[in-house]
């Protein structure tokens, strides 16, 4: 599950190795409270809008769209949801042939929702993927030249009066192109392999994932390797799980492959850098996770950066930050990176 976007696929391949879910960078929120339902009733509390990552795309590129959700009442909520087409999230996809829903390499069906803890005005991001489509010609969503249109629309449960209800979300249009001559050829035959719902999930059986390896070094880098970089890290993640038995030189090919792809300029360096930060923690290299942790906060976007710290005692604001996940925290407490006279309160 998780290639790249679907948070909760990754969260339950760390689930099997650390035996409890790992909730991610905004899953790690103070204490829920009970607040009154009607502080909190009104269908204009959590709004909704969507970014595409780039407006131009080609064929074979995965298209990325930026969704995010704003906290607009007086009071600290928590949202609970998923980004997962067929689930929580709704997508139809308007091209030159018609209206057609966008399902995914997923099954329809409910899944684990992850809860974002939202301040008063607050907002939080997750980036969703619109990519493969065994429905669809070539196991592609977008696998003609033209212009599209993506409509989106988002189930979501507020937790304090479980109240659900659905976040309207902005159209946004897209121009796809021709893949490039000189990666035509790359993206023909994994689409023969029918290999992009394999990335997309993170699930690459292994004589597949030797070919696509080999044909990483075959073609010159291009906007598509960061993504198979990510998803062969995480199927290569999941392998330490099924065969302990060659644990080491699994966890070294994962790990390699995580830290190509986090050099990458790709909009899931954050989330390419927590799970590297999971693996090096599960695997108790701590002087290795204390340096990418370093290099995680330089990656931050500003307005991450600045919630590392917080109103109150650092102390407080470190146990109820909505941003760090746990292992950052606890590799970077006594560190400069987290004193109150650098990254401290940048925007509070």
């Known amino acids: 599950m998780g290639m790249i976007g679907n948070r909760v696929g990754r969260m339950m391949i760390w689930a099997m190795m650390l035996g409890t879910l790992a909730t991610g960078a905004w899953a790690q929120g103070g204490a829920k409270r009970r607040i009154a339902p009607d502080a909190v009733d009104s269908s204009d509390v959590v709004r909704g809008r969507v970014e595409p990552v780039g407006n131009r795309f080609f064929i074979g590129q995965p298209v990325v769209l930026r969704v995010t959700l704003s906290n607009h009442s007086r009071e600290y909520i928590h949202v609970s949801t998923n980004f997962i087409p067929q689930s929580n999230l709704t997508v139809d996809i308007q091209g030159a042939d018609g209206k057609r829903p966008y399902t995914g390499p997923y ?204 109103v109150g005692t650092p102390e407080k604001q470190l146990k109820e930050t909505t941003y760090l996940p746990q292992f950052l925290k606890k590799y970077l407490i006594n560190t400069p990176e987290l004193d109150r006279g650098k990254y401290w309160n940048v925007l509070n």
Request: glycine share 4%.
């Open 107 to 310: 099954a329809p069906g409910r899944y684990p929702s992850i809860s974002i803890p939202l301040m008063p005005f607050d907002e939080s991001s997750e980036n969703v993927v619109i990519w493969s489509d065994p429905t669809q010609p070539m196991g592609l969503a977008f696998n003609k030249p033209g212009d599209y249109v993506i409509e989106l629309s988002l189930t979501i449960n507020i937790d304090e009066t479980g109240k659900i209800g659905k976040v309207p979300l902005n159209k946004v249009a897209i121009t796809v192109e021709d893949t490039p001559p000189q990666l035509k050829a790359m993206v023909d035959q994994l689409a023969k392999m029918k290999a992009f719902e394999k990335l997309q999930q993170h699930q690459v059986p292994k004589p597949y994932a030797e070919d696509i390896e080999m044909m990483l070094t075959m073609y010159p880098p291009n906007a598509i390797f960061p993504y198979i970089f990510y998803a062969l890290a995480g199927n290569y993640t999941f392998e330490m799980v099924k065969n302990p038995e060659r644990h080491d030189a699994i966890f070294e090919t994962a790990f390699k492959y995580y830290q190509i792809a986090a050099q990458s300029d790709s909009a899931f360096k954050i989330a390419i850098y927590q799970d590297l930060l999971r693996l090096l923690d599960h695997e108790n290299k701590s002087k290795a996770a204390t340096a990418i942790c370093r290099l995680f906060i330089k990656q931050m976007p500003p307005e991450l950066r600045g919630k590392v710290g917080g």
